[in-house]
């Protein structure tokens, strides 16, 4: 079936399913107001842009602003990111991720991330399924993440800057 030039230009004309959820425009990824930043550890910060409780995952930019290591951890689901700026790696592998990079990291995999101490800042998108399980060298858990534990802390962090526990709520699904 063709259409025609004003069809191609003309929106959908039905309706959309009626349990469909609301779409999020996030117009600043990368935020100007420092405020919106959640501190994660010393010198380790994210952005939220999607908090999906229904479906167990998180999108946010993970902001780190002195080289080092961040954290050993193991995830039971896929995670995909997209690095904004800078570089890292993990401790277990030959790999660079670049400013511009593309990582998939497959379920189960143990690793440890670190930012070279040339590197002022890096920014990374990520999408987060499941749970983060930070482990010690030998696999013991020591702590987890997952997406009701991100919500509690953007919360707890808009509260005190001022910005309202509420602020969160227009990122979470």
Known sequence: MTQNDDEKRMPYQLGMPKDAGVDIV???AVPQD????????????????CLN???GYWVNVLKVTKGG????????????????????RYLEH???AEEGGYV?????ETHTLVVPDDVEEMMTMF????????V????RQTGYEDVFTKIDMCRAHYETVGLGAAYVDQFIR
């Open 26 to 28: 996030v117009p600043h």
């Open 34 to 49: 420092d405020r919106i930043w959640v501190p994660q550890a010393d010198n380790v910060f994210f952005r939220p842009l």
């Open 53 to 55: 409780a229904s479906q």
């Open 69 to 88: 290591v961040l954290s050993r951890h193991r995830h039971p689901q896929p995670v995909h990111g997209y690095v904004l700026k800078g570089r890292w």
């Open 94 to 96: 030959d790999w660079v």
């Open 104 to 108: 998939y990291e497959p379920p189960g």
């Open 127 to 134: 999408q987060v399924n499941g749970v983060m399980c930070y």
């Open 136 to 139: 010690d060298p030998w696999g």
